[in-house]
C-alpha cells in the first residue's frame, strides 16, 4: 500500500520525543513507513499516510505512540467494504 494517502491532517497519530527510547519497532510494524529512526529516535515523516491501524502504539514498550485507532479513514473503508459484501462486521454478531 505504499503511495496510499488517506484524507491530509486527520490522523489522530501522535509521538512523544520525550518518551520514545529509539527501539525501532514502530518502524517495524507500521505497514505505511510512517516512522523513521533518526539518530536514537523515533519520527513521524508523513501523517497522511497513517490509516490509524494502531500497530506502532500498541507496539511501543514505553507508550510514546498514542493514536485513536479505529476511527479513521481505514475503518470507514473496510467497514464500507463489508456492508458491500454483507459480511456481517465484528462486534455485531452473535461470537463478538
Known sequence: ??????????????????????????????????????????????????MECGACAKNCPTAAIRVDAGVGCATGLINEWLRERKIRQVGKGCCS
Open 1 to 50: 500500500m505504499k503511495g496510499f494517502r488517506y484524507l491530509e491532517g486527520v490522523a489522530t497519530l501522535e509521538l512523544s520525543p520525550e518518551a520514545c527510547i529509539g527501539c525501532g519497532r514502530c518502524v517495524e510494524v507500521c505497514p505505511h513507513q510512517v516512522f523513521v529512526l533518526e539518530g536514537k529516535l523515533s519520527r513521524i515523516v508523513d501523517l497522511d499516510v497513517c
